[in-house]
């Protein structure tokens, strides 16, 4: 067995095994038997009452949860990957283009206007990719399209809409609305429901699944495309369907869970430790690592304090300094 398969294989272990561990884990004690028994006889309405309560707790809160939290990881780090893979730069993230800042505007717009979780998710996923949109518009007007200016477009719009961010948190009543944007803004999955699934499943799904069939192609692009115009490639349309399906992933995860930053970032950089940097095994390995990472930081952010702590808040926490330590270890000194 090659070592790169021999990691992917733990990974998707280690996947499952916090998937079941994370079903002991919440504000809701269940005891051991009663998990099993609700697993075990998912359809069952014999029983005394806190085994049926154990039942709608596992399958109407924490299972959907934790798919979703699985979900958002595996976005996260495939976009990370994708889009550090097409721009060449180690520092890229899934939100590069703007679809954070676009998202969030949607969001804080919706809570602002509406206040209606459906309204909040649409109109977040809608900006969100309005924001990619525009970004890819700006870049396309100068005399050569390059992922400079494209990545220059995302900073340019992210500011934009980060600035009406700030402007719609300043016109927002500070004892209602405004702390329902900041706690959106910062990432959470505490009212995620069933019907989320439904929603954002299949559009994150199809994304990934798009992504792990062109992650050979990864390579040929990380040559840089001239190299890859010369070996038959059309950069033109694969960039155009990686960036289409990377931000239809950003801007749903946006939508159901808030910004959420440095999965993106860090997971793609520990999966080049582990599996090296072809894309090939880098792709489907970032898509597991960051489904087991999110998991264990929705864990963390559940079950760390009396009252839950936002993702964004844990994600930074744990990021940051780990990625400061990830260019320590590849630059020694010149960090």
Known sequence: MKPARHYLTILLAANVAIFLISLF???????????????????????????RLAGIVLFQVRIPRILI?????AGLGITGASFQGIFRNPLVSPYILGVSSGGGFGAALAILLFDDTRIIQLLAFAFGMAAVSITYFIARLGDRFSTYSLVLAGVVVGSFFSALISLLKYLADTYTK???????????????????????????????????????RFNVLSLGSDEAKSLGVNTKVLYAVIIVCSTMIAASIVAVAGIIGWVGLVVPH???????????KLIPASALMGSAYMLLVDDLARNLASQEIPLGIVTAIIGAPFFAYLLKRSQGENL
């Open 25 to 51: 884990l919440g504000r809701y004690h269940i005891p051991m038997g009663d998990v099993l028994n609700a697993l075990l006889h998912p359809f069952s309405s014999s029983g005394d009452g806190d085994a």
């Open 69 to 73: 939290a699985m979900l958002v990881g």
């Open 178 to 216: 405004l702390p329902a944007i900041v706690f959106w803004l910062m990432g959470s999955l505490a009212s995620v429901k069933i019907e989320d699934m439904v929603t954002v499943a299949p559009v994150i799904l199809i994304g990934v699944g798009v992504l792990v069939c062109l992650r050979w």
């Open 270 to 280: 520990l999966c080049r430790m582990l599996v090296g940097a072809d894309h090939e």
